[in-house]
């Protein structure tokens, strides 16, 4: 394989990235407009991404592996060292691909640590809100606790309604 179809291979991985970028953007959208009806939709299509990625990845690692062994290269070489072993016009192109890398690498792990962070804060919202039904009169008891306001004049929610 040649510098030309391992830079093919590297647009495709560019464009798979730039994907994962939108399917999070628009889970974190979802989360914090609080619509939750969507964001099990919205995890499949992140994990779809990654899915597609891992693959192409797997194919980038031994078409780079062949590419090395034509520049001269051991094995396992990095991007970086591609792009000192590429000839000219190959070294740019490279180095563009590994800017882009970068920067996507760096937005994705922003969003994601961002996503992590309004499902967290999602989740203690709803156990505090649990904890709070659970203390008021009326309200269902914990599991196999006995019912409150049983003989004080309360009624559990399910009879009052």
Same mark, same amino acid.
């Given at each position: 394989m040649g510098l030309q179809e391992v830079s093919t291979i590297f647009w495709r991985e560019r464009e798979l990235l730039e994907l994962l970028l939108f399917r999070l953007e628009s889970e974190q959208l979802l989360l914090a407009a609080g619509r939750t009806r969507w964001l099990a939709l919205a995890t499949q299509e992140v994990d779809r991404a990654l899915q597609a990625i891992r693959q192409t990845e797997l194919i980038r690692a031994a078409e780079v592996e062949a590419l090395a062994a034509e520049l001269g290269l051991g094995p396992g070489p990095s991007l970086a060292g591609l792009v000192r072993a590429a000839p000219k016009p190959w070294d740019g192109v490279f $180095? $563009?691909? &590994? &800017?882009?890398?970068?920067?996507?690498?760096n937005e994705i792990t922003g969003l994601a640590e961002a996503n992590r962070d309004l499902l967290h804060r999602g989740y203690v919202a709803v156990r505090e809100l649990l904890a709070r039904l659970a203390d008021e009169p009326g309200s269902y008891p914990p599991p196999g606790a006995p019912a409150r306001g049983a003989g004080s004049g309360t009624r559990p929610l399910d009879e009052a309604m």
């Amino acid at each position: 394989m040649g510098l030309q179809e391992v830079s093919t291979i590297f647009w495709r991985e560019r464009e798979l990235l730039e994907l994962l970028l939108f399917r999070l953007e628009s889970e974190q959208l979802l989360l914090a407009a609080g619509r939750t009806r969507w964001l099990a939709l919205a995890t499949q299509e992140v994990d779809r991404a990654l899915q597609a990625i891992r693959q192409t990845e797997l194919i980038r690692a031994a078409e780079v592996e062949a590419l090395a062994a034509e520049l001269g290269l051991g094995p396992g070489p990095s991007l970086a060292g591609l792009v000192r072993a590429a000839p000219k016009p190959w070294d740019g192109v490279f $180095d $563009d691909h &590994r &800017r882009a890398f970068i920067e996507l690498t760096n937005e994705i792990t922003g969003l994601a640590e961002a996503n992590r962070d309004l499902l967290h804060r999602g989740y203690v919202a709803v156990r505090e809100l649990l904890a709070r039904l659970a203390d008021e009169p009326g309200s269902y008891p914990p599991p196999g606790a006995p019912a409150r306001g049983a003989g004080s004049g309360t009624r559990p929610l399910d009879e009052a309604m």
